[in-house]
């Protein structure tokens, strides 16, 4: 017979557990007036996984008794319960003519709270009441007279009724103002746990797009330094490859002008050797002056073609020249194209 009871005791407590475990969404999609208690979605929630605060919502969409689509969140929530209490304000008349039609159930529920609320005044001011009838009981004792005494009594009687009464007001009162104030602070915490839990996700998500702006300001300056020593290189590149241009620019001006030197050299030794050769001849042979002249012409025209051969050598260093300088004026134009692209990508940079 023991047995028995210990296994039940085991089945409830196991049922007990199951409750607990099972966590139901809380999203408010009614709301009483008169317990002032909201009615919950009751969607089931996925059980709690690690040691985090657990979720009241379960952040899906559902369609409300109102027939409108919401997304079951802690925010909406906070805003969902101030419209319903708002709703419930404005149908108030509403709800008192549908509570009117039950005046039973009220009355009975009214009488309750009625005897509840004498037994109370009557329990903390009955020792008011026996100092008060004692006081009466001696003064009849004293008097003499029984008709005063009673009417004395009488009068006391009433004092203490009216006291009692007015205590009982205030009792009323200080109920009624205690039920209210419990009322709005119950409602103040729930208010005050729903905006905290709306801030902690409005911190979170701005926390994330913080994150994400420095994640994406961190790689916007990598992909600029990079720019930056890409277009460095590309300086020192450029720079490099005009230096070597000019170089060879100048190697071969050097090379031109040697080559020209060389021949105007060699054609006017050639040249003063043939004029010497004909004079000898004219002065060795004077009666061979056909030959002489034969000989000098031949010296005019081989001075012609040295003088021909240096003009011709001549405009080939001024044509190497112009090409020297019209490489170094491209080199230089792309250099300045490349400080361009730098500054434009250090600008975007910043």
């Given at each position: 017979m023991s047995d028995q009871p210990e296994s039940?005791?085991?089945g409830t407590s196991a049922s007990a557990d199951q409750r607990a475990d099972l966590r139901v969404c809380k999203f408010p999609v009614g709301y009483d007036p008169e317990t002032e208690e909201f009615e919950e979605a009751g969607h089931p929630l996925p059980p709690v996984e690690g040691r985090g605060r657990p979720v009241d919502y379960c952040g899906e969409q559902h369609v409300d008794p109102d027939g409108v689509l919401r997304v079951h969140s802690r925010a909406n929530a906070?805003?969902?319960k101030r419209e319903l209490k708002l709703e419930a304000a404005e149908s108030g008349a509403s709800q008192r003519r549908r509570s009117a039609g039950r005046p039973v159930t009220s009355a009975r529920a009214t009488l309750a709270d009625l005897l509840a609320r004498w037994e109370m005044v009557t329990t903390a001011h009955r020792d008011q009441l026996i100092s008060i009838v004692e006081a009466a009981q001696q003064v009849v004792a004293t008097a003499g007279d029984p008709d005063a005494a009673a009417a004395e009594v009488a009068a006391v009687r009433r004092?203490?009724?009216a006291e009692v009464d007015a205590a009982t007001t205030r009792a009323d009162e200080?109920?009624?103002d205690a039920r209210t104030a419990r009322?709005?602070?119950?409602?103040?915490?729930?208010d005050k746990t729903l905006a905290e839990g709306a801030a902690e996700d409005a911190i979170a998500d701005r926390d994330a797009k913080v994150a994400a702006a420095e994640a994406d300001a961190t790689a916007a300056r990598a992909a600029a330094e990079a720019a930056e020593a890409r277009a460095e290189q590309i300086q020192i590149q450029a720079q490099q490859q005009i230096a070597?241009?000019?170089?060879?620019?100048r190697e071969l001006v050097e090379s031109v002008r040697a080559e020209a030197a060389a021949t105007i050299e060699s054609a006017e030794?050639?040249?003063?050797e043939q004029i010497r050769a004909a004079e000898q001849a004219r002065r060795e042979a004077e009666s061979a002056q056909h030959r002489a002249e034969s000989a000098q012409a031949a010296a005019e025209q081989a001075a012609t073609d040295a003088r021909s051969d240096a003009d011709r050598v001549r405009d080939q260093l001024d044509r190497a020249v112009a090409d020297a300088r019209s490489q170094a004026e491209a080199s230089r134009a792309?250099?300045?194209a490349l400080r361009e692209e730098l500054a434009s990508v250090r600008s975007e940079a910043r």
């Open positions: 039940a005791g085991h906070f805003q969902r004092e203490a009724k200080a109920e009624d009322r709005e602070l119950a409602a103040a915490l729930e070597a241009a000019e170089q060879q620019a030794s050639a040249a003063a792309e250099i300045t």
